[in-house]
């Protein structure tokens, strides 16, 4: 059961993760460009108004491309995910365990070591759960990254278990 992951302790419920199913879920993030693309968020509504003159000049200069078909998509997407890295984010995990009111801290139990996060950046986790295409099972099966990307070089790896303090 080295696959499979537990979040308890000081929780109302105790949660149990198996990532080898988190490639089906739609939350997953594309890690090879997720630490490239965290610069300043832009406005929307300015990028949407350019986005929509560039494409309404393109269709005055060129005619309008249909968008491909739907068989091509699902071909896209099917090599994406047998060749890409992905994570998934660990708070609305944390939050289906319902921590109670008196946690703070959160241990990584790791095959050498225990690492302690505060449970205030919960939110901050992404748990890392294939690299091109294949399950971590060397040192996973998830490695932890922070959003902002600081440890992306050096992520925790060989989680067991998640315990709440």
Known sequence: MKDIIHITGNVKYTITLDPSVWIFDDRKIDLDTYFENQEELPNE???????????????????????PTLKTEK???????????FGIPFLPFL???????????????????????????????ILAFSLKGKPLKEDGPVHIYYKDGSNRLQPIKNVQDFHII
Do not use: Q
């Open 45 to 67: 509504k300015e990028e949407y108004t350019k986005a929509a003159s560039k494409h309404w000049d393109r269709e005055i200069m060129e005619g309008a491309v249909y968008p």
């Open 75 to 85: 071909k896209f997407e099917k090599v994406r995910v047998l060749t890409g890295t």
């Open 95 to 125: 939050t289906n365990a319902e921590p109670n009111s008196g946690s703070r801290t959160i241990e990584v139990h790791c095959e050498n070591e225990t690492v302690s996060i505060p449970i205030t950046e919960a939110e901050s986790l």
